[in-house]
């Protein structure tokens, strides 16, 4: 079973960048499809964007051209380039593999001030 451990997040200012890695526990270079979710509070998770093992990406409409979602399969790590944050993207954010996913870590906080 992979087990997966997010980190990067941390309390920024509206337009800033962070950068969250997600590191497995196993390699991950059999899992085609990667991604990223969050959670705000009181609110469902949600998916943010996906990369498959040939590096073709997919976002949500209110994160495109300011999130880069990008993998290292030898690292077995996933990370999410986050820049002009924006309030709305606060929110503690996963990773997970698409299909079937494993068990959630704890993820990362993400919080963005105004």
């Known amino acids: 079973q992979v087990r997966l451990v997010e980190s990067g997040g941390g309390l920024v200012q509206t337009g800033g960048s962070l950068r969250l890695s997600c590191a497995a526990s196993?390699?991950?270079?059999?899992?085609?499809?990667m991604g990223w979710y969050r959670q705000a509070p009181g609110k469902q998770r949600e998916w943010v964007a996906t990369?498959?093992?040939?590096?073709?990406?997919n976002y949500r409409d209110s994160v495109k051209g300011r999130f880069t979602i990008s993998r290292d399969n030898a690292r077995s790590t996933v990370y999410l380039q986050m820049n002009s944050l924006k309030p709305e993207d606060t929110a503690v954010y996963y990773c997970?593999?698409?299909?079937?996913?494993?068990?959630w870590g704890q993820g990362t906080q993400v919080t963005v001030s105004s």
């Open positions: 997970n593999r698409y299909f079937a996913p494993f068990p």
């Open positions: 196993g390699s991950i270079f059999n899992i085609n499809v």
């Open positions: 990369i498959t093992n040939g590096g073709t990406t």
